[in-house]
């Protein structure tokens, strides 16, 4: 096949300049990158011949090679991994197909400093490209395992590459850099310098499974003088004791499997022997990956059995409201031909999961302990997702609720747990308070919240979308019931003195009249009026009824499809306003009810907009609006 021109997708050109011209403090992430993609490439080999999809391939000296040529300023690292066929090195090499691209590279463009800017490389698969920052051209040969014809694949970054069928390329991958005159200037390295490249893979790929061999320099006749290097200890440090691995290390693991640049906010140890032996090294990472809540986001820990590599991200180690946890689980009894469908009926992956787990909350609880300012980091990067499993994990659920916090009225500043808030409550007070909303700012201004303010009662302010599901599946905490102060009747216990039974009585006579017309004249949009215990400055309020469902929960089910019947909201009316007595007052008062009307309209609808909702008619509602405030002038 005779050679082919290609251009790059608009992605991978645009990352591809972004690469080129930047300016990075760390140019030595490319070797971390490409020596990552080529342990890949042998941990698939690797499992292939282990499942008998490729019975033929030796896979007995897996390793990868770097090797220098100073005279025509080349590295090459060379791996005989599974290799790529020539379809695949156009999708995979010419094309960046996430859907995260786009926000991978305006993150790219903004990272605040350039320590940011170097780690964003090895997010989205695009570490291949680094290699751009320290050469002029870069030539891939590959030939996938299996097949017997390869495919070189050449571009100088410039918006287009070449690619063309070689009869003889050895098995797995091999890039050549064609590297760019050292300027040390703009921090680039000598990367033909052997103490550099001895350098760059100790700092970064020292617990690669896979001997990383440096090959001795060629000498005039092309000979090679000396024997190859490995430059790695290739020690799991999973399997090595706690006092023998430097926190550092831990977190090169870390980035090499999370691919993130920072470090993990906290690293988890877990060892079990006896009838069923693994260990696992998981960590917790210090920020959310912005497709956390996507459907295809990537989650799951790495699987080794027997420190073989077994699956990249194994679904089954961990609850989906735990898929921010990255690591490494290593079993010693598990078979090496494991499928995704086996791992899912079998019991000792259920007790690893149910181990990881408890092991995952009880760390995140001691957090909140011994290390608020990184509890903090971690709910608020991570909160909305662990509440997930108080809908989804029953098992769990008290553990869940242990390790979670939640904003209150008590503290503007601090979060609270239930069991603080419980510790707190008044003298007869019976339930747990607790308001939904967009943010605290909208929760506090609500009129809901004017009696448990005036009387000092502590509310539970929830911003999540999670928190309109879990609070009823929860239900309640150490016999105390979660109760919404937008649901149902109120009936506090206060600090003021409360009506008698006779005037509210009296009171419900006078008002029977207007509560009764109002009802019957809004009885398409609500289900009943009635006087409010919870309005102490507003005139009034809509509330969902005990067991109904909220508005933002209807449009959460309609959001994901399913149909849900609309509730009507129940208009509550505070009977100290002066604008309710008024407009009580006129209903007595006057036979013609048109304007009367119009008010009732209009009480209505800013009790709709107060809790955030819409006018059913907005344009009638800010004619009715102009019109009143036309009268006033």
């Not at 941990?43 to 005279?71: F, M, N, Q, T």
């Not at 023998?244 to 691919?259: F, P, Q, R």
């Not at 990881?356 to 909160?383: C, H, I, M, N, Q």
Request: glycine share 6%.
């Amino acid at each position: 096949m005779p050679t082919e021109t290609f251009e790059f997708q608009v992605e991978a050109r645009q990352l591809l300049q972004l690469m080129i011209h930047s300016v990075y403090s760390n140019k030595d992430v490319f070797l971390r990158e490409l020596v990552s993609n080529a342990s890949d490439a042998l941990d698939k080999l690797r499992l292939a011949a282990l499942r008998d999809d490729l019975p033929d391939v030796d896979v007995s000296d897996l390793h990868i090679e770097l090797e220098v040529d100073k005279e025509a300023r080349t590295l090459t690292v060379r791996d005989n991994g599974i290799g790529m066929s020539y379809d695949e090195v156009t999708r995979l090499i010419g094309t960046i197909a996430n859907s995260g691209t786009a926000k991978f590279l305006q993150e790219l463009r903004e990272a605040e400093d350039a320590a940011g800017a170097d780690g964003l490389i090895g997010q989205f698969g695009v570490g291949f490209y680094s290699g751009f920052m320290v050469a002029d051209e870069v030539t891939l040969v590959t030939r996938r395992a299996g097949e017997t014809q390869g495919t070189r694949w050449t571009s100088r970054g410039e918006g287009t590459y070449t690619l063309e069928t070689v009869d003889e390329a050895p098995q797995g991958t091999s890039v050549t850099l064609h590297l760019k005159p050292a300027d040390s200037e703009n921090q680039l390295h000598d990367y033909t310098s052997t103490w550099k490249i001895r350098e760059i893979v100790k700092r970064y790929s020292d617990f690669i499974t896979w001997p990383v061999r440096l090959l001795p320099e060629r000498g005039e006749d092309g000979a090679e003088s000396g024997e190859a290097e490995t430059l790695n200890s290739m020690k799991a440090l999973w399997a090595r004791p706690r006092d023998e691995v430097s926190d550092d290390e831990y977190h090169e693991l870390y980035k090499h499997i999370a691919h993130d640049w920072r470090e993990p906010l906290e690293t988890i140890r877990l060892q079990a022997e006896g009838t069923f032996e693994y260990q696992a090294l998981l960590f917790v990472p210090a920020h959310a990956p912005h497709d956390l809540f996507t459907q295809g986001y990537q989650r799951g820990v790495q699987l080794y059995v027997k420190r073989v590599f077994i699956m990249d991200d194994c679904e089954e180690l961990l609850p989906p409201y735990l898929r921010f946890v990255k690591g490494v689980v290593d079993a010693q009894d598990l078979s090496l031909n494991v499928s995704r469908e086996i791992l899912q009926q079998d019991r000792h992956i259920r007790m690893i999961q149910r181990r990881l787990t408890k092991k995952v909350l009880a760390t995140v609880k001691d957090l909140r302990t011994s290390a608020p300012e990184r509890y903090a980091t971690f709910w608020r990067e991570f909160g909305p997702v662990l509440k997930e499993g108080l809908v989804t994990d029953s098992e769990n659920r008290d553990a869940i609720l242990a390790a979670s916090s939640f904003a209150s009225t008590h503290d503007a500043e601090e979060s609270t747990t239930l069991q603080a808030y419980v510790e707190r409550m008044k003298d007869g007070q019976k339930d747990i308070w607790y308001m939904t909303g967009e943010s605290r700012r909208a929760i506090e201004d609500s009129p809901h919240m004017e009696a448990f303010r005036a009387k000092g009662v502590e509310v539970l302010l929830l911003t999540d979308a999670v928190d309109e599901v879990w609070v009823d599946a929860v239900g309640e905490y150490e016999g105390k019931a979660l109760r919404s102060v937008a649901k149902g009747e109120i009936d506090l216990e206060g600090d003021r003195e409360e009506k008698s039974d006779t005037e509210k009585e009296q009171q419900g006579e006078e008002y029977a009249g207007l509560l009764g017309w109002m009802s019957e004249h809004l009885s398409e949009d609500v289900k009943e009026v009635r006087l409010s215990s919870r309005l102490t400055v507003s005139p009034a309020c809509v509330v969902s009824d005990a067991n109904e469902l909220t508005p933002a929960l209807e449009n959460m089910y309609r959001a994901m499809g399913q149909e849900v019947p609309h509730a009507k909201r129940i208009l509550e009316l505070n009977p100290e306003h002066q604008l309710v007595k008024s407009l009580n007052r006129a209903y007595t008062e006057q036979q013609d009810r048109t304007e009367l009307t119009e008010t009732a309209d209009l009480l209505h609808a800013l009790a709709v907009l107060a809790e955030g909702g819409r006018p059913k008619e907005p344009a009638r509602f800010v004619k009715l609006v102009a019109d009143r405030l036309e009268r006033t002038l």
